[in-house]
């Protein structure tokens, strides 16, 4: 995470020297989906970050067997930056990959299209953050559905491992 912010991206450099910093709000979509994309772009001058002199560069959607399924044209922002948000087709699942097309160069970020359905429940567990040596915490677990409802005739493993940590005061 990034200042509270799940992030999923990485950084990408082009050939021309300008960095860029694509990212999605999440790693997995199912078909038909809005993908919310943004990239930060700059350039190193004089050893310096600054914001590229560019009005715009091209976004491009590939899907699994490398088949464009989307394009447009982005303004960057006087910040530096774009954004889009865009609907996959309802058809495709795999590793898909954006292309951010700045000049003649080009970085990816990649992302999965999979069909999957979201925890239909949830587990819960609340206990001292800390306890010390010979201490017998109570740990309480709590479940229930989505909707509500306490889960019934689940069964429960779990276990406990510890690990020596140093010690060093404020």
């Given at each position: 995470h990034q200042f509270g912010v799940a992030y999923w991206g990485g950084l990408g450099e082009t050939p021309?020297?300008?960095e860029v910093y694509p990212f999605t709000d999440r790693p997995v979509y199912r078909p038909?989906?809005?993908?919310?994309?943004?990239?930060i772009l700059r350039e190193r001058i004089e050893g310096r970050l600054g914001r590229p002199d560019l009005a715009?560069?091209?976004l491009r959607c590939y899907n699994a067997r490398d088949q464009q399924?989307?394009?447009?044209?982005?303004?960057?922002?006087?910040?530096?930056s774009v954004a889009h948000s865009f609907r996959l087709p309802s058809?495709?699942?795999g590793s898909h990959r954006l292309a951010l097309v700045v000049g003649e160069n080009e970085t990816s970020h990649t992302f999965e299209v999979q069909d999957y359905r979201?925890?239909?429940?949830e587990v819960e567990l609340s206990g001292p953050a800390a306890?010390?040596?010979?201490a017998m915490p109570t740990v309480e677990l709590s479940a229930h559905y989505l909707s509500g409802q306490a889960l019934s005739r689940a069964t429960v493993q779990w276990w406990l491992s510890g690990a020596d940590e140093s010690f060093a005061p404020e």
């Open positions: 021309g020297g300008i038909g989906e809005t993908v919310h994309f943004k990239a715009a560069v091209d399924v989307y394009e447009t044209n982005l303004a960057v922002t006087v910040a530096g058809a495709g699942r979201p925890n239909a429940f306890f010390g040596p010979g």
